[in-house]
Every structure is written in structure tokens, then in C-alpha cells.
């Protein structure tokens, strides 16, 4: 199993960024996916996730309205449309595959990605 993200940057407050997590190694239409963050000093947060199908997120209440999760299965790619963006979002971001449906605990995501930083500032 291997999740490889992307699309992190530096970006100005109420900016905009799209991440991408290509995922290989396993079934992916199968999974339900997830996306956290990290920011210094700060335990792992959870931001979104996805069911199999794109007819099922849910979000964090601190991005809900800002961000958005989707995923391509042929593509084997989960993504994170991220607007209106904080200087707070500022962390590195994870993608990682859930083993259980529903949860935000990171206990409950069996493979992670290595990360790709956000940084909003002006």
C-alpha cells in the first residue's frame, strides 16, 4: 500500500489549494479515505473523509463550508479542494486509508502518506 500526496504550498489568506493523494497497492474503490493534518507543536487532527462512493463525507467543523473531499476511483486519487483559506490550516497534511467507516480517530486509518505541507500567511 502506498499513498503519495500532493499539492501543498504556500498560499495567502482566503486563498485557495487543491491537494491530491494517489493511492496504490490495494483495491481503492473498496476504502473509504481520509485526510488529516498536523500543525507544530499540535496532535494529528481529522479534516474529511470519504465513503467508497462520493455520496458520503463528512468534515471536521473547523474546515465544514471551506473544504471539500472527492475522489476519482479510476484514478485511484482522494482529493481536498481547499478555499478560503487560514492562516490556522497551516500544517502538513496527510492522506490515509480508513479501515473503519465513520470515525475521525487516526486509530481507525491503517496506511498514511507521508504528508505535504500547507502554509497560509501573507
Known amino acids: 500500500v502506498q499513498l503519495v500526496e500532493s499539492g501543498g504550498g504556500l498560499v495567502q489568506p482566503g486563498g485557495s489549494l487543491r491537494l491530491s493523494c494517489a493511492a496504490s497497492g490495494f483495491s481503492f474503490s473498496s476504502w473509504a479515505m481520509g485526510w488529516f493534518r498536523q500543525a507544530p507543536g499540535k496532535e494529528r487532527e481529522f479534516v474529511a473523509a470519504?465513503?467508497?462512493?462520493?455520496?458520503?463525507?463528512f468534515y471536521a467543523d473547523s474546515v465544514k463550508g471551506r473544504f471539500t473531499i472527492s475522489r476519482d476511483n479510476a484514478k485511484s486519487t482522494v482529493y481536498l479542494q481547499m478555499n478560503s483559506l487560514k492562516p490556522e490550516d497551516t500544517a502538513v497534511y496527510y492522506c490515509?486509508?480508513?479501515?473503519?467507516w465513520g470515525t475521525g480517530n487516526p486509530r481507525d486509518y491503517d496506511y498514511w502518506g507521508r504528508g505535504t505541507q500547507v502554509t497560509v500567511s501573507s
Open positions: 490515509a486509508r480508513a479501515n473503519t
Open positions: 470519504i465513503f467508497w462512493s462520493n455520496s458520503n463525507t
